[in-house]
């Protein structure tokens, strides 16, 4: 332990002012390392990843040297670094590396918080232990702990309870440097490396997939490139460059480690992660394991056996990428041969103009309308539009802002307004494309820093914004207004946040737009979600009830996306949703479970002015009710606000004692007890045992 610790601090003092004291850490571990190597050795392999970050420093460049090339300068039986790396470490180690406090806080985020309040818990995570430079050094320690420590159990891992893939992507968008990014990924990839199919272990092998599969064409980046495109360089680059000598079982290692993952069913094929590689990657891939490029039996295990239908679920190995073929525009997003994506029998030849995709069979469906599992990427969507569609969506992926929004522009004039263009049985393929195309622009939305009325009005100057302004000004019967409807309400399934960017826009032009201050401020938002549910064929169902929760889960997303925005969207949707807000547990969770003390004390402000009414007399027994299913600090900023209203009624405290147990609910017996205290109820003698 003092070596792994010595050697983590001469990365501390990497500094040239700390010159000194790290030319004295490095002497200390030299000589531990020399003269007590076999006892050291039991440290197992990450001894030996600790010493890569440091291998390249003058005075351990010899030592590493001796490791690698001339293990007999060592009193190492035989071996030398492949043999060395055999030796597994121990669990507790891996706890020893960050200390007491890291530690419980980790078990806690992964065990304890739910994903509405995440972001709280991170902001507070990165305050306390990644806000200095310093701070980078123990990512990687942090990373190798969650992947052979924490282990969760099937009932978290079935929740919505923060997963550790999830975790590690949180860790690894706070890398400050390339080099402190690189040990990362070593310590994320440091089990596939070295699988070697004895005495396995799927938690080991868990997080790095996961990882892969859920950020394959999505548009988080790190230190401005693409997270899956490094993730994918660098497992090429290590596979090859690991360790030379034993390149081919490095390269082994990987493939059994995601053989095994396949067959644990950890993920139902690796096939997806392939088909999402960028053309400018696929080079080294396929440099780095040309299994998956040709017929070999290795590839064949990485697919679904399960799954005999659809594209690349044959069991065959994934075909080399063709040669990108151009339609009209620049395409470099999207390098895909777009002549073999659909059947040429099925293919009906139709002039440009007479419909947005190309014609598709019909495939009928039973009761709820179904997806596939296997949905087409964005280049097989593109590949797919009408050619006059084709440079509007490139425009919109690769243009400066103004031309993003010029090309929405141009496609709502064609598709939108122009009826002939437009198709119901186009309108999911088309939606998908459009969706993805603009999803990186709001991956990062977020209310201005400077909240001023210039401020604001740039905030809704972007593509998905002009489709609302079109909804907000047509009339309510207009056929351009269904169409533009319909289009949001398909893409829902790839853009979930649509009805929180549309409540603030809707926000935007109520307060902003003084001709629009006597329209009714929802009803566009209303007719969103019976567009959904009539694409969901849901609309047998209580009408009300699904309004309160779509609006509720609007108000959900607004928290996600930025917890900035709680207040101004939560104070806009009581005064001017009432029926659907007022009173409703599922909103005032949504509302609670994504603020801090500073929204708490605004919205406290707010109720206690008489500008924001929550909770009424008549009906906040409701909300009182199903508190106790929520978390502490939810409970406690629920009822500083609830008591902030004032009520004039007491049944509220009858109808927490029907669902209160003593034990099991201490934040509600803290409130009965407060309220029975000076009231006529102090006559009952509440027994606890």
Known sequence: MAVLTFIQLIQYHSPLQFSVIKDKEMDFCLD??????????LAGRELTRSLMAVCKMPKMKEFWNDLVNNPKNLPLTAGGLPQFLLSKSPRWLFAHRISTELEVKVNFMLSKVRAPVVNRYSDIFIKQYLSTPESELILPELIRFVIRAVHPSNEILGSDVLQRWNFILFLLQNCKTSQGLNNCMLALFYDWILFDGVENNIMNIEPATLLLMNVRGNSIRVLGKPLFVTLIDYLCKIALEFHPPTQVKTRKSVLDAI????????????????????EEARTALRKAFPEFFGEDPTAQRLVDRTNTNGANGNGKPLPPSPAPQKPSGDLDEFPMDTSSLSDPDEEVALPAKASVAKRRPKTPTLGKRSRSSEQPSLAQCVGMMAPSLQPLFVEMAEGTDDEKCQAMENFVMEVINEGQNYDMDDCELLARTLALTIKPIYDRFALPENLTDESFED????????????VWEESEDSPQRHRALNLLAEMTECLPDIGFYLVYY?????????QDEDRDALADLEALCFAVRRKNQTTDEDAQTQYEEFVANCMDRCG?????MVVHIAKFLYREAPRVTKD??????????????????????LVLQRRLVMFSDKACANVVRETVKWETIEQTFFWKLFHAHELKTDSWIIELLKVVDFKKHPEAAIQVFESLKDTMYVEFNVRIS
């Open 32 to 41: 531990l390392l020399r003269t007590r190597f076999v006892d050291l050795s």
């Open 259 to 278: 053989q095994y993952a396949v067959e644990k069913r950890v993920i139902p094929s690796f096939i997806p992660i392939l088909e999402a590689v960028p």
């Open 459 to 470: 905030s809704v100057q972007s593509p998905l914004f002009i489709l609302f302004r079109r």
């Open 506 to 514: 809707v926000l935007f032009r109520k307060t902003k737009v003084i």
């Open 560 to 564: 996600r996306q930025d917890h900035r």
């Open 584 to 605: 409703s547990p599922l909103f005032a969770h949504a509302v609670i479970s994504h603020i801090d003390a500073w929204e708490l004390r605004a919205l406290w402000n």
